[in-house]
């Protein structure tokens, strides 16, 4: 499943696994955040309702992008000024897009009264779900 978010003033095509650098973000490297503003979901041609979607993401660094010089002259006028500016940037990597595989979860970990057994089997079905 793909969607289309928007973060920082711009426009990101993600799916699961994929690494984006996107415009600095509160957190610190290992910090799990939700990409809350979804434009467009789908999975192969068909579009799902891009409400009820949501994108996990995990913080891998805080960097800063590629340098970029700013020189600025004028002719004749002995006039040359060289700055430079680093943009602030975080890494993400795209853990779940999807709503579905979320709230599961939530509803497993919900029941506080449950019986050892149950609790096992609770615990093999979320290590599946997360690849442990």
Do not use: C, W
Request: hydrophobic share 40%; no cysteine; proline share 2%.
């Amino acid at each position: 499943m793909f969607a289309v978010v928007r973060t920082g003033g711009k426009q990101y095509r993600v799916a699961a696994g994929d690494k984006i650098a996107v415009e600095k973000l509160a957190g610190d490297a290992g910090d799990t955040i939700t990409l809350g503003d979804v434009l467009l979901a789908g999975e192969g041609g068909d579009l799902a309702d891009a409400a009820k979607v949501t994108v996990s993401a995990e913080i891998i660094a805080q960097a800063k992008s590629e340098k970029v010089v700013v020189f600025k002259k004028r002719r004749r006028h002995n006039y040359r000024r060289k700055n430079g500016h680093r943009q602030q940037m975080t890494l993400l990597r795209i853990l779940s897009v999807g709503g579905e595989e979320k709230k599961a979860k939530k509803t497993a970990a919900a029941k506080p009264a449950a019986q050892p057994a149950e609790v096992a089997a609770a615990e093999t079905a979320a290590a599946e779900v997360t690849g442990e």
